[in-house]
């Protein structure tokens, strides 16, 4: 009887020593994926009740990129600074919350919201890419595109494999609109990537845009 309560008590204090180790790691979990899909309202309570900001996922996100790519509100990005997450930290690869938002959320005022924090909009990956590089090759909102524009973005920034952003539109951009409005931004078609190839090259393999008078565009545009 004695032993069992002995076992007893040591199979308790050890849950409750794991209990310790895995809580704020699960709490951090947690946060994060509230970061990304949850009300402005509730990030807030979740700070309020001890989650950190400075809190990263296993490849370096941080609860701002969380709502920076998933999450369409943006006083979500607003409660987050406010909480003092720093707009500019980069990812395991490099990669900053606007990069985030420009590549997966279709709701401009997210990257409204960042740039008025003071994102970076000329910050580069360790591969190069821009955030309107992100937005150009993922991104089928092409206000996005425009409020990066706006903010300063450099049309023709090249990656280390001479990659620009009218390059990745061309290659895997599903709206043949995001052409349209880097062309008239002035994008350069002229110019070739490492490999050789122009926009247009990069278009002949997106089924997206054949046929389509951008892609004739995209033709004209490498002369």
Known sequence: MRKRIVDTAVLIAGSFIVFLFITPSLFADDFLQLASNGTAAQIESAIRAGARVSERSTDGMTALMMAASGNTDPKAISVLVKAGSNVNEHSVMGQTALMFAAKWNKNPEVISELLKARANVYDQDIS???????????????????FLLKA????DDRTASGMTALM???QSNTNPEVISVLLKAGANGR???DDGKTAFDYASNNESLKGTNQYR???RAKF
């Open 191 to 193: 110019l070739r990537s």
């Open 217 to 219: 565009e995209l033709d």
């Open 168 to 170: 990745y539109a061309a």
């Open 152 to 155: 300063g973005a450099k049309l």
């Open 128 to 146: 190069g890419e821009t955030a309107l590089m992100y937005a150009a090759q993922h991104n089928t909102n092409v206000k996005i595109i425009s």
